[in-house]
């Protein structure tokens, strides 16, 4: 995303859908602001990819949980603790990072 002077206008180029765009503004002040919101939405998209990522990480190890507790035998309640501090672990840190 930026902002560029055409002739005696203000134009935005930024990208969407994976196509380049652009806007253009009379006035500098009004190109800077749309630049600054659509660089603030484009940081909460990647943030939301982020989380459905982590999320995702998550799941696939309480899904492996799941699969062991329904394995396991009683002498063999280690594997079943090493996986759930696997889980846990994992948790902890995706609700550390969300909380910046």
Do not use: C, P
Not at 50 to 57: P, S, T
């Amino acid at each position: 995303m930026s902002v560029h002077r055409k002739g005696d206008r203000w134009a935005v180029r930024y990208r969407e859908a994976g196509s380049n765009r652009s806007r253009s503004f009379d006035r500098k002040a009004d190109a800077q602001r749309f630049d600054a919101a659509r660089r603030r939405q484009s940081r909460a998209v990647d943030e939301h990819a982020r989380i459905g990522a982590r999320i995702r990480e998550i799941d696939e190890l309480l899904l492996d949980l799941k699969h062991r507790v329904d394995r396991v035998a009683d002498d063999d309640d280690m594997i079943v603790i090493v996986a759930l501090d696997r889980a846990l672990d994992a948790w902890d840190a995706f609700t550390k990072e969300t909380a910046r």
